[in-house]
């Protein structure tokens, strides 16, 4: 039991593996920052009194405009709609994807068995995250 | 590799650890159901048409919006834990503690929302 409780540090992260580890933590700490960050923005932009928590919600998980579209008393969707919200979102949108498709890959590395269809798996991995991020940002960018 | 990992999908689906696997297999379930909704969603809103306003109905429907809030807070309850503990691996002396500090934190804050979408899917 020793050896879990060695510091960051002491255990070395010189493996793609272990750098991979590290990345998953930090995405989603960076994930809890950025969904706090788009409720706050939210707030500030007058949710308290014309949104519903639902609403609300939706919109923290992905600043997106069209998430705020089915609330009924937000009188104006322009700052909802602005280059940083949009930019915001695509932040959270590939820092989310990256974080998925990792999980994706590592769930499959436990169920193929040979070490080929490993390889090929993680390939895919690659394209389908860069594909679904192209896919996200240009639904985010053109809402 | 010191770690034997080529057994077969059987061997693997049938293993049962003891505390934590639960989490361990909680946290997957979380996972894979965000990840098939995320693309499902970013797709249909790409696409749009037809297809986008069928699979809107799927995901406005309340059973299936339980199903996706468990996977959500779930996963990012049991994320915040993991991270917190493999941050700071001297907290891992606690982690029996830990999970249920997490339930304690998941089980009101779930119950509360399935209550109200379950009230709103009833017709209340």
Redesign the interface.
């Given at each position: 039991m020793a050896q879990?409780?060695?510091?960051?540090k002491q255990r070395g992260l010189m493996n793609f593996e272990a750098q991979m580890w590290l990345f998953t933590?930090l995405s989603?700490?960076a994930m809890?920052a950025l969904i706090l960050f788009a409720l706050i923005g939210a707030l500030v932009m007058g949710a308290r009194n014309q949104m519903s928590l639902a609403d609300v919600m939706r919109w923290a998980?992905m600043p997106n405009v069209?998430h705020v579209q089915s609330a009924p008393d937000v009188p104006d969707l322009a700052p909802w709609s602005s280059i940083f919200w949009k930019v915001t979102a695509i932040a959270l949108l590939a820092v989310?994807t990256a974080h998925?498709?990792h999980?994706?890959v590592v769930?499959a590395d436990?169920?193929i068995?040979?070490a080929g269809g490993r390889k090929v798996a993680r390939l895919l991995s690659i394209i389908f995250m860069l594909g679904?991020i192209a896919?996200?940002a240009?639904?985010i960018w053109t809402? | 590799m010191g770690l034997k990992r080529d057994v077969s999908l059987s061997t693997g689906l049938r293993y049962k650890g003891p505390a934590g696997y639960l989490n361990f297999i909680l946290h997957r379930i979380g996972g894979l159901g965000m990840a098939t909704f995320i693309t499902v969603h970013i797709l249909s809103s790409l696409l749009g048409g037809e297809i986008g306003v069928f699979l809107n109905r799927i995901y406005e429907n309340w059973v299936f919006q339980i199903f996706i809030f468990f996977c959500v807070l779930f996963h990012a309850i049991n994320g915040l834990r993991i991270t917190i503990l493999d941050l700071y691996p001297k907290l891992l002396e606690h982690q029996t503690e830990a999970v249920w500090v997490q339930w304690a934190f998941f089980l009101p804050i779930f119950g509360m929302a399935v209550f109200v979408l379950a009230s709103i899917g009833a017709g209340g």
């Open positions: 879990r409780k060695l510091s960051l933590r989603a700490l809890y998980f069209t989310a998925g498709v999980g994706l769930i436990d169920y068995a040979s679904m896919a996200g240009i639904v809402s | -």
